[in-house]
């Protein structure tokens, strides 16, 4: 009896809600554990992989799916531009108000920590070559590398041409229509796990790091969490109630799933499919706007690593006493774009893409030594600020184009 009725009261709660609650009680038995709290990691571990295993089969059914139904080849180019422009935007904000909160703050300021290891400075992507790897040689090779970016351009290709032969084209639609069903079932039943791999990861992550490595950094990691409420809170939300004249509380409650898993993943790729599930489940935005923006978004729109990486510059020229000059944070917000545009969304990317904003304003590479060791716990700020913004640019967009339930979008959350 109480074996059957257990599992049944746990369904009960909504997923969000048991994913919070994985995410506190991993926080509370971490600290208690400390190191020892590794022996939870596996749990985590299948979990991230298996969030990763839905994301090639999932982005490509989703795009030719969504695309063929859209009907029209020419909406795709308004909404890959309006796409890039809110992107493009919303970063510059992002790397805006991270200068902005180190500069009133100074998290710096009289920080005196040595560093020593040598860092070498990386090369922004040029644009030509980003242009240049976007056309997959061989689909098959794109597939199997998880080359995310490829793996559009050949969705939106296929897709297109399938809308193009007509009733010819039919079948393998509905191949892809069911195969896709089938993806977001699997999905679904992955989540399910999602409160036990949540709590392994943050039971490991909370064991691992101790007051004494975070209290001396305690100044900047609390700018860098405090920016990113604002940047989401504010801008976000700002333009969700400007431009889409929608209710930012909607949107907020229905990303929280999201949130969870990159906050503990710290890994916007990896968190791919749980936003795609909120995009359409919670928010109501259509499989062709969500299967299109999401993916660009996970690839190119890191907000959170470009507010980041305005935030800990700042904070490395305040503890070298650099002064820096107006040219200098003009040189930040334009290399910080670009190099959180490169930015893989995987875990530790923003910290080496870092050494390409130093280098650009003159401050030693050595000195990012100091926030290394505490990298992640800015990470996964940063990992859920990018997977936000992804998401609120995917819902502008589908309320630009008609492709949002606002029923769904106002409704109580499903998922
Ligand atoms: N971990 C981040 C992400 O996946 C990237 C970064 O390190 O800034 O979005």
Request: a negative charge.
């Amino acid at each position: 009896m109480a074996a059957s009725s257990t599992p049944n009261l746990w369904r009960r709660i909504p997923l969000w809600q048991r994913i919070l609650a994985g995410l506190f009680l991993g926080v509370i038995v971490g600290s208690l554990m400390g190191e020892n709290a590794g022996v939870f990691k596996p749990l985590g571990d299948i979990f991230i992989s298996a969030i990763k295993m839905l994301i090639v089969p999932l982005v490509f059914s989703t795009l030719v799916v969504g695309i063929t139904a859209m009907r029209d080849p020419q909406k795709m180019g308004r909404i890959g531009a309006r796409t890039i422009g809110l992107y493009l935007i919303t970063t510059a904000f992002a790397i805006a108000i991270g200068l902005l909160a180190s500069t009133i703050f100074q998290p710096g300021a009289g920080v005196d920590l040595s560093f020593d290891q040598p860092m070498e400075a990386q090369d922004a992507p040029s644009l030509v070559e980003i242009l240049v790897n976007l056309v997959p040689q061989n689909p098959i090779d794109a597939l199997a590398e998880g080359n995310i970016m490829q793996i559009i351009v050949f969705a939106i290709g296929l897709g297109v041409s399938l809308m193009l032969v007509g009733e010819k084209g039919e079948p393998v639609v509905r191949v892809f229509e069911s195969f896709a069903e089938a993806m977001y079932k699997l999905t679904e039943i992955v989540m399910s796990f999602a409160p036990f791999g949540v709590f392994g990861l943050i039971a490991y992550v909370a064991g691992s790091y101790g007051l004494e490595v975070l209290l001396p950094l305690a100044k900047v990691i609390g700018v860098a969490y405090l920016a990113s409420v604002i940047h989401v809170l504010v801008v976000y939300s700002g333009l969700l109630a400007l431009l889409g004249r929608l209710n930012p509380k909607r949107y907020l409650s229905g990303i929280i799933d999201a949130l969870v898993v990159a906050y503990s993943s710290a890994s916007s790729s990896g968190t791919l499919p749980v936003s795609l599930r909120c995009a359409q489940k919670n928010l109501g935005v259509s499989e062709g706007v969500s299967g299109f923006v999401l993916p660009v978004g996970a690839t190119i729109n890191m907000d959170g690593t470009a507010l980041y990486q305005g935030v800990v510059t700042l904070f490395i020229a305040q503890m070298l006493g650099v002064d820096l000059s107006m040219a200098d944070y003009g040189m930040i917000i334009l290399t910080g774009t670009l190099a959180s545009i490169g930015t893989a969304g995987v875990p530790g990317a923003g910290l080496i893409m870092l050494s390409i904003v130093m280098s650009q304003v003159g401050l030693p590479l050595e000195a990012i030594a100091v926030i290394a060791g505490i990298d992640r716990i800015l990470d996964m700020a940063r990992t859920s600020v990018n997977v936000a913004g992804d998401l609120m640019v995917t819902t502008l967009v589908g309320k630009s184009e008609g492709e949002l339930d606002e029923d769904v979008y106002n409704g109580p959350n499903k998922a």
